[in-house]
Every structure is written in C-alpha cells, then in structure tokens.
C-alpha cells in the first residue's frame, strides 16, 4: 500500500536556527497537506498544494511540492518557540481526500 | 463556532471493558472521519460517516470495533473488549464537504484511552 515518508523524525534546534522537514511519498499524490501538533494536542491543518512544483509561504513557513508531486517539504527561517510540535504531511490514499495516509511526522523542539 | 468536541478527553479502561467515545462535528458540518494515532506514530484512517450512513470503514478492525453516526446526536466509536493495544490517541475530523474540495480536515482534541 501507499507510504509516505518523513525524516528527519526529530530536529532539535537552537531559537533563530532554520529547520526543514521532508516528505516522500510512494506513488504519486494528487495533493499534499502539511499539520501542525503540539505536544499533547492535536493536529491543525496549515496547509495543501495541489499543483507540481508549487511553492507556498505563510510568513516563515514555506512549502513545496516537488515536480513528480511524490514529495515535499517544509521550511521554517528563524525558528520561535512557538514553532515547537510535531508536523505531519499526509497525502490522499485510494483515490479518496478523506482517508489520508500521514507520515510519522518530525518533532520539533526549539531552545529559547 | 465551536470546534470538533469530543468526549471524553481522557478514558481508562481494564482489558476486557467497553470505551465508547463520542464527537460532535463543528456545525454544519456533516462529514465525521476517525482516526487513531499510536505513540509516536502518525494519524491511521478508521472510518468515514455520514448522517446514518457508513461510507467507508475500510480502515476499521473489523472484530471489536464500530462506529456510527445517528441522525440525532453525536458520532460514536465503540470499542468492544479492550485489549492492552488499543491503546491510543483517537480523533474525530469533519469537514463540510467531502474532504479533499477545500483540503481541510478540522480535528477534534482528541480522546487518549488507556487500556490497564
């Protein structure tokens, strides 16, 4: 079946540090959605691209859907302790949007 | 606008006991999904509901678990005769349309049920 795949599966970085997270997934994905989970919460949806090579910002995050649409990335410059979770990319399984295959995510931590 | 509830937030349950768990999708939103996340480990698919109807339980063991959404009241997963690995995080989505037209699932906090 479909995987998808994260790394690194932890990231620790000092405050102001940049940090990335990667995404692959095995078959080709209609879409990709980024979450964002703090500790002992839950996932909060940050964003979706749809088309090959798009590329999104939301103020110091940048998102990227590679050119083959079988993988991603998220960029954060200048890390806040805000920043500090876990995020996930999760990409439609079977052919239908609700049922998301989600990798393990990479857990963030931030030293102020 | 309240969000996804979901209650209760934390269950304890001995092995063998019934843990039902219970959400109420953000209004009007008719589309409730179930997922279960293990320690450590990313969010698994279970179920997808629509008012009365099951579309898609595909993800769903298929002994000991059910889930159902009534015409009144809020969607129900039920887990029967819980075993030490049932054990998890589960969380309840909706959306107001089927999920992928505006590519947002907005999650519940979850429920963290704990099989002694």
């Known amino acids: 079946g479909q995987q998808v795949m994260q790394i690194p599966q932890y990231q620790h970085v000092q405050e102001g540090e940049d940090f990335t997270t990667y995404c692959n997934s095995s078959t080709t994905l209609s879409n990709i959605q980024w979450y964002k989970q703090r500790p002992g919460g839950h996932p909060v949806f940050l964003i979706q691209l749809v088309k090959s090579g798009e590329v999104k910002k939301q103020k110091r995050l940048t998102f990227q859907f590679g050119e083959a649409k079988k993988n991603s990335s998220l960029h954060i410059t200048a890390t806040q302790t805000t920043d500090v979770g876990t995020y996930f990319c999760?990409?439609?399984?079977?052919?239908?949007?609700?049922?998301?295959?989600f990798g393990k995510g990479t857990l963030l931590t931030v030293n102020p | 606008n309240a969000g996804v509830m979901q209650n209760p937030r934390h269950l304890v349950r001995r092995r063998g006991q019934e843990a039902r768990l219970r959400c109420s999708p953000m209004?009007?939103?008719?589309?409730v999904y179930w997922y279960r996340q293990l320690p450590e480990e990313g969010l698994k698919f279970m179920v997808y509901l629509q008012k009365e109807n099951i579309i898609d339980e595909s993800g769903m063991p298929k002994e000991r678990f059910s889930a159902e959404f009534p015409k009144e009241g809020p969607s129900i997963l039920r887990i029967q005769q819980v075993v030490r690995g049932d054990s998890a995080a589960y969380f309840c989505?909706?959306?107001?349309?089927?999920?992928?037209?505006?590519?947002?699932?907005?999650f519940g906090e979850g429920s963290r049920l704990t099989v002694l």
């Open positions: 999760a990409g439609p399984s079977g052919g239908s949007n609700y049922k998301l295959t």
């Open positions: 989505a909706s959306s107001p349309t089927l999920a992928g037209a505006t590519g947002e699932l907005f």
């Open positions: 209004k009007g939103h008719s589309h």
